[in-house]
């Protein structure tokens, strides 16, 4: 953690910068979807840009750098925590708003909630992110994808804000998409981002929407603490193939398993600690090796708490 005299300068930084909406020593688990990770030494809900703006000169003054965390949906936190400052996009960031087929969204706001807003409006080109539990924000710097569409689909642009508070636009060419990442052309925080999306009927939205949830609850331990896929799929195949094939389908660390519903997936079924689930990652990645000579390469990320 950092130390109380710096924690004290920070928290009196914030509140002179009037951003009140912040939690100390805050638990990570309460910020994620595997419900894991120890205390960030603070969580600040940024819900403007003058407020983001502030924050990161707080930052750049203490020599802390902010880790921008969306729904967590996609993300492994240390049982040791985050030393220094994790922000969460709130307020402003939220907002929606659709003209035509164009769409801008702040990169807080709900994937679901903006594929839910595209259908009311007959617009086509989201149905997949219906089912992705993240932002916006999350979404693009994923390129987040399913049943055969990605981000890099609908994203026309995106504005960016440098770690030294410059914003900028950039084109979705810019971001040079690939399979679940993006290469931001600055390193910063994505702020706002245009969807180009396409008109189409209404009902046949909403049939895909509702096709694609159903193949979910059939298919994925909906409900449960996950992340989502755990490995990306190898250019071979399916990684949740070779996960069950080298017999690890139901494998338990403490209170952490390979989901016995989807191989691609752990669950923390019984109040699991992230060295359950990193533990667990590495057996199963030891397995799948012994038995097809194959590397799994992480898609979710682990954010590691360096050594104090
Ligand atoms: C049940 C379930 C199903 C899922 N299904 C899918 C699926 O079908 N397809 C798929 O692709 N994923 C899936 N996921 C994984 C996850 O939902 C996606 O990767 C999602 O896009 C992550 O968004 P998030 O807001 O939760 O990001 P987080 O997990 O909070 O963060 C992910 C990364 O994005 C960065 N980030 C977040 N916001 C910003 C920002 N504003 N600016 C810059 N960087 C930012 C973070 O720093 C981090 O590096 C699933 C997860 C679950 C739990």
Not at 94 to 108: H, K, M, Q
Not at 115 to 139: E, K, N, Q, Y
Request: charged fraction near 25%; aromatic fraction near 6%.
């Amino acid at each position: 953690m950092l130390s109380p005299g710096l924690k004290l300068q920070i928290r009196q930084e914030l509140i002179a910068a009037q951003i009140d909406a912040f939690m100390e020593n805050e638990l990570l688990a309460g910020h994620t979807s595997l419900g894991v990770g120890g205390p960030a030494d603070f969580v600040v809900i940024v819900r403007s840009q003058e407020e983001l703006l502030s924050l990161l000169e707080i930052g750049k003054t203490f020599g802390v750098r902010p880790f921008v965390l969306g729904c967590g949906t996609n993300l492994l936190f240390s049982s040791r925590g985050y030393r220094g400052l994790v922000m969460k996009l709130g307020g402003h960031f939220n907002r929606i708003t659709i003209r035509g087929s164009l769409v801008a969204a702040g990169a807080g706001a709900s994937l679901p909630r903006l594929a839910r807003m595209a259908s009311a409006r007959s617009l086509t080109g989201l149905s997949f992110a219906a089912g992705i539990p993240g932002t916006v924000g999350g979404a693009i710097k994923n390129n987040a994808g399913a049943f055969g569409r990605e981000m890099a689909q609908v994203v026309q642009e995106v504005e960016i804000c440098s770690l030294k508070g410059e914003m900028r636009t950039f084109s979705a060419k810019d971001l040079h998409f690939g399979y679940r990442f993006c290469r931001l052309p600055m390193e910063g925080i994505i702020c706002k981002a245009i969807l180009k999306l396409e008109r189409g009927e209404k009902e046949d939205i909403l049939r895909k929407m509702e096709e694609y949830r159903r193949i979910r609850r059939e298919k994925q331990p909906i409900g449960k603490r996950t992340a989502g896929s755990v490995f990306r799929n190898p250019p071979q195949g399916s990684a949740a193939q070779y996960i069950e094939q080298a017999g690890c389908k139901g494998l338990a660390i403490g209170g952490a398993r390979i989901s016995p519903q989807h191989a691609n997936f752990i669950e923390n079924f019984a109040n699991a600690t992230s060295d359950d689930i990193e533990i667990l990652i590495e057996e199963v990645q030891k397995k799948v090796r012994e038995i097809h000579g194959l590397d799994l390469d992480l898609e979710m990320e682990i954010v590691a708490c360096k050594k104090d």
